[in-house]
């Protein structure tokens, strides 16, 4: 059942997305993926299955993943006037991807974040 309910939900972000790049207002699809629907998601499993401590853990490292976001967003903004679409996309992915790495490898120890 909470799988259906992860791909409903996935499946009406997506639909929100495709209509309002259609609309008048298209530069607000980039604002749906920014809904906290699949944090929610993420949130939620973490504190049924794991541990209030794992849910902080995992609230305090979001402001850290944002970094990445806005390496691929700068990314993607500077390669698409250079490149086609495509390739604008895969180097936003790997500046994502490089940034994530950097930060997963940068030794913070989440877990002791929140801890008194």
Not at 42 to 51: D, L, N
Not at 73 to 93: F, H, N, P, Q
Request: net charge positive; proline share 3%; hydrophobic share 55%.
């Amino acid at each position: 059942m909470e799988l259906l309910i992860k791909a409903v939900i996935g499946s009406i972000v997506g639909l929100m997305i495709h209509l309002l790049s259609q609309s008048k207002n298209f530069f607000l699809s980039g604002l749906i993926p920014l809904i906290p629907a699949f944090t929610i998601i993420s949130h939620y499993i973490i504190a049924t299955k794991r541990s209030i401590i794992d849910l902080k853990s995992t609230i305090v490292f979001g402001p850290l993943s944002m970094i990445s976001y806005l390496t691929y967003l700068i990314c993607v903004y500077i390669l698409a006037d250079k490149y086609k679409i495509e390739a604008a996309l895969l180097g936003g992915i790997l500046a994502w991807t490089s940034v994530s790495i950097i930060i997963i490898l940068s030794g913070i120890n989440f877990k002791t974040c929140n801890q008194p």
